[in-house]
């Protein structure tokens, strides 16, 4: 079984440390949320782990396979079985999603096979539909262009549809739950959770408790200052939900350095 394994990692942008000592493990078959305040390197991590170029690691591994990613390319990272579900999608005029996901999906075939030719049209369909059947969507979406005049709703299942049809090992959901009402977010989260399965880990990154209410948490960590600072199990979200962040500040500023 995989996993993706932090370790000590210190990342910063325009010269500003943003993580500073981030440690955090993410199996296989496991979802795990990452809570905190505005600010305090979520997104941050993320990016980095997928390779961002204006995100400067400066100490710190992030093994997965044998391999620490940090050595590897953007896209050798993808196929390799890491995933980023993106807080904010970029539209591709032009580009149907179909196209898109056809076009991802042979990288990552040649990627693993360099004589593979692509996966054949008919074969392609097939996958898309029994995708797309799965997450309830509408099989006309595929036709059409890539976030282009998408609700912030269908954006999000646009990035899920991506996961269903690359099938990573491990995901980050980074804030996927941003700028969703309630029935979105539902008809998200549900997308999610049906493709919840022993070989799939999840990191869900989120400011709020909401999410969590749809997709249940295995582990919940939360990080402050670029530090996860603690670890517990769904419970720690509820707690967080009650009573904010202000017990966690205390109890980091009377513990001894």
Same mark, same amino acid.
């Given at each position: ?5 932090? #370790?000590? &990692? ?9 993580? =500073?000592?981030?440690? &955090? ?19 941050? &991590?993320? +990016? ?6 204006? +995100? ?14 940090? $050595?590897?390319?953007?896209?050798? #990272? ?31 075939? =040649? ?5 593979? =030719? ?17 997450? #309830? ?7 059409? +262009? ?27 959901? $980074?804030?996927? $739950? ?6 979105? &977010? ?58 904010? +962040? ?12």
């Amino acid at each position: 079984m995989s996993e993706l394994s932090i #370790r000590n &990692l210190h990342v910063g942008i325009d010269g500003k440390e943003i993580l =500073k000592g981030v440690n &955090l493990t993410v199996r296989q078959g496991e979802v795990h949320a990452l809570m905190g305040p505005n600010g305090t390197g979520k997104s941050t &991590l993320a +990016y980095a782990l997928m390779g961002h170029p204006n +995100y400067q690691v400066t100490d710190g591994e992030a093994w997965f396979k044998g391999q620490n990613i940090l $050595d590897l390319a953007p896209d050798q #990272r993808s196929h390799l079985g890491v995933f980023l579900a993106f807080q904010y999608p970029v539209a591709i005029p032009g580009v149907s999603v179909a196209n898109f996901l056809r076009t991802a999906l042979n990288a990552q075939r =040649k990627a693993h096979d360099p004589a593979d =030719k692509g996966i054949p049209i008919p074969e392609f369909r097939k996958l898309i539909k029994e995708r797309m059947e799965l997450l #309830r969507m509408d099989l006309n979406f595929a036709g059409r +262009y890539l976030n282009d005049g998408f609700s912030g709703g269908e954006k999000k299942r646009a990035e899920i549809l991506q996961m269903a049809t690359l099938r990573p090992e491990i995901a980050i959901l $980074d804030e996927t $739950d941003s700028g969703l009402d309630i029935d979105a &977010l539902r008809i998200v989260s549900e997308g999610v959770n049906a493709l919840r399965n022993p070989d799939l880990g999840v990191l869900v990154i989120t400011h709020y408790q909401r999410i969590l209410n749809y997709i249940k948490p295995d582990v919940v960590h939360i990080m402050m200052d670029g530090r996860v600072v603690e670890s517990g199990g769904p419970e720690l979200a509820l707690h967080l939900e009650e009573h904010g +962040y202000d017990w966690l500040r205390e109890k980091i500023e009377t513990e001894p350095a």
